[in-house]
């Protein structure tokens, strides 16, 4: 059964649009108001759990060992004439703003939020700090751009207390504005194709501001992401704008040299592509013949344009805020340099084969041939992935999920690490579990191994609720957060007795072994090096 490619990538978007949802559990559209401000008595003493900001106090929750800030503005919010510009600077308020609960999440078909969202007053982040308000020393500060195929999902999803307790660091995840409403691209609008990211930076600039309120230090911070939040981290390293608002980077499932040839990936597209996509959307909400096509679209509904808005979402280079491609910036050595750490997940395709295929794409000996050449960007290759990645009666899946997961994820995470080592310090790592968490509440048609999102739950209690894990889990999970941890501290994950990780091979991740591998091994890179 011959799967075109078109259905094949629109299947992938799709499931990329849901992959936040695989992980974190779904969490319940938060209700657009805004936080209550109370009165704060000048003579009184500062209560447990309120920070003092540029903008204002906010009173966050008070937990065992740790303190939590939710729903904090970052930057106006972008409704009406302010939809489609860049992001604005948040109101002060007086007295102090209720930051234990969280704020809605940005407009989303439905998926990670229950029911979606149509919000477009949604740029907040949370904070999440052991209980010392005033440590001895500042803390690193972790700042998390959360997946989702740059369409659904959202910061508070990412519950970070373990992270925030064991590593002794500050987190903050992030809200961006997704879909058309965070990467609509047209002829004169200032700010085209990267209003997402824009808010990204935004985000930044507020850590750079006022994270030492919360204990951490300014002068520390790491930009961490996956999947569309890797890819992210890969656009603002590329990005003139983003420069001093970050000092580390830490890429996960999202390599800097994806191409959107590459089907499963939101990497950047040249603006005459996205203008294109643009003007379709445009004529699709009816602003095609309006007198002034971009005041008309700014009245159409967010659900109205969730309706319209292609599955495709990409990042737009050609911009001020994206002069070049990140994977051509990667090639050229024009990303800013500073410690990387990146890694994949060694199943990684597995869940978007397991997709495909529950949609109808049957995978055998016979069908083989035109699966391949369907999915491959050149399909002169056919012969060559057969020859790589050959099926028998039973093992179609698995090894559909490796050809997904090699060309996507591993072999372009060997390149980016490759490329950046010579320029940087660079740790690569690959999270080998067979038997993480499941990702999917649907029965898979095969084990998916250690597929796309699985690695999470070993960081974050995703949906703020944790995976059950078994004991040389659980210690794999407080290894991987010691990891990422002292990465954000020193730029070097090694220390407190971890088995070291050195700067040359692949640190992989397994509940019974942590050590350094070949890179390469158990992937077939030779057949995707040269392509795009």
Not at 26 to 39: G, H, I, K, L, Y
Not at 435 to 464: K, S
Not at 475 to 496: C, H, K, Q, V
């Amino acid at each position: 059964m011959r799967a075109p490619a078109v259905v094949i990538r629109s299947l992938a978007v799709a499931l990329a649009s849901a992959s936040a949802a695989f992980a974190p559990l779904p969490v319940a559209a938060a209700t657009p108001t805004a936080p209550a401000v109370t009165a704060l008595p000048t003579a009184a003493p500062t209560p447990p759990g309120v920070v003092h900001t540029h903008d204002g106090a906010v009173r966050g929750s008070v937990h065992d060992g740790y303190r939590t800030y939710q729903g904090i503005p970052y930057a106006a919010p972008p409704v009406g004439a302010l939809r489609w510009t860049a992001p604005r600077p948040p109101s002060p308020w007086t007295g102090v703003r209720d930051a234990r609960h969280t704020a809605p999440a940005c407009a989303q078909p439905d998926g990670e939020v229950r029911g979606g969202s149509t919000a477009e007053d949604c740029l907040y982040l949370n904070v999440t700090a052991p209980d010392a308000a005033t440590p001895a020393r500042p803390r690193p500060v972790v700042v998390w751009l959360h997946g989702g195929g740059l369409t659904t999902g959202t910061g508070s999803s990412y519950e970070a207390h373990r992270m925030a307790v064991r590593g002794d660091v500050v987190v903050v995840t992030v809200n961006y504005r997704l879909g058309a409403l965070g990467f609509l691209t047209r002829p004169g609008l200032a700010g085209s194709g990267t209003f997402g990211l824009a808010d990204q930076q935004a985000a930044l600039r507020y850590v750079r501001a006022d994270i030492a309120a919360y204990g951490g230090d300014p002068r520390n911070v790491t930009l961490a992401g996956q999947s569309a939040g890797a890819y992210s981290v890969c656009a603002q390293l590329a990005s003139p704008s983003a420069a001093g608002l970050f000092h580390r980077a830490i890429i996960e499932s999202g390599p800097c040299s994806g191409q959107p040839e590459r089907p499963f990936a939101p990497s950047a597209y040249p603006r005459v592509t996205a203008e294109a996509a643009g003007t379709e959307l445009t004529a699709k909400v009816g602003c095609a013949q309006a007198a002034h096509p971009l005041a008309c679209l700014r009245k159409v509904s967010p659900a109205r344009l969730l309706a319209h808005q292609g599955i495709d979402q990409h990042p737009v280079y050609g911009t001020p805020l994206l002069p070049k491609d990140p994977a051509s910036a990667l090639a050229t050595g024009d990303l800013r340099r500073m410690p990387v750490l990146l890694g994949s997940n060694h199943d990684e395709g597995n869940v978007w084969a397991a997709g495909i295929m529950r949609a109808g794409t049957v995978v055998t000996p016979e069908t083989w041939p035109d699966v391949v050449r369907s999915y491959t960007p050149d399909p002169a290759r056919t012969p060559e992935v057969i020859r790589a990645y050959p099926v028998t009666a039973d093992d179609g899946g698995p090894v559909f999920g490796a050809v997904i997961g090699d060309s996507n994820y591993a072999c372009p995470t060997a390149s980016t690490a490759r490329r950046l080592a010579g320029r940087m310090p660079v740790w690569r790592y690959e999270f080998s579990d067979p038997n993480a968490p499941r990702p999917t509440t649907t029965e898979p048609p095969f084990p998916l191994g250690a597929t796309h999102t699985t690695e999470l739950p070993y960081l974050f209690d995703l949906g703020g609720r944790p995976r059950a894990l078994t004991e040389p889990q659980k210690r794999l999970a407080d290894m991987m957060i010691g990891y990422w941890t002292r990465f954000a501290r020193s730029g070097d994950p090694n220390g407190e007795g971890a088995p070291r990780w050195p700067r040359t091979g692949v640190q992989t991740l397994l509940p019974d072994r942590v050590g350094p591998t070949r890179p390469g091994m158990g992937h077939h890179c030779d057949v995707w090096a040269d392509q795009p």
